[in-house]
């Protein structure tokens, strides 16, 4: 039998971090909800996109109010991210199987730049339809 690799130091820190901030947002507390989304911040720049990421990203997911955007804003930013160098491998496929909002917020920012041209900048490029 195979013996499997020792976890990353620090693997946990996601987890640990989401359950912190899905408990403070259950219960109101508003301190420990900020500083847990400090520490996943923090946490995130040096994680490795391995299971625990992913159970994190279950947890933020299933836990947490889907009104709350903080943590899935900055999972989906960091996917992105490591999507560029990866491609789709299998465990980001399964979690956009099991959270479709993860996909929205993975094309999100792309959208609110393309958005942030005001309606009267792209009114002339509309109105010509003479294709010049």
């Known amino acids: 039998m195979a013996k499997s690799l020792p976890l990353p130091i620090h693997a946990d820190d996601l987890c640990i971090h989401a ?39 279950d947890t933020i997911y299933t836990e947490t109010p889907r009104s709350d955007t903080r943590l899935r804003k900055k999972v989906a930013a960091h996917l992105v991210e490591r999507k560029k160098h990866h491609g789709m491998y299998p465990e980001l496929k399964s979690a956009l199987e099991r959270h479709h909002e993860l996909a929205y917020y993975m094309l999100l920012p792309e959208w609110e730049v393309d958005s942030s041209l005001s309606s009267s900048a792209r009114a002339p490029i509309l109105e010509r339809g003479d294709g010049e």
């Open 19 to 57: 359950e912190v901030y899905a408990l403070a947002d259950k219960y109101n507390i508003k301190g420990l909800k900020d500083l847990a989304d400090e520490k996943f911040g923090e946490a995130l720049d040096l994680a490795f996109t391995g299971q625990k990421f992913f159970e994190a990203v």
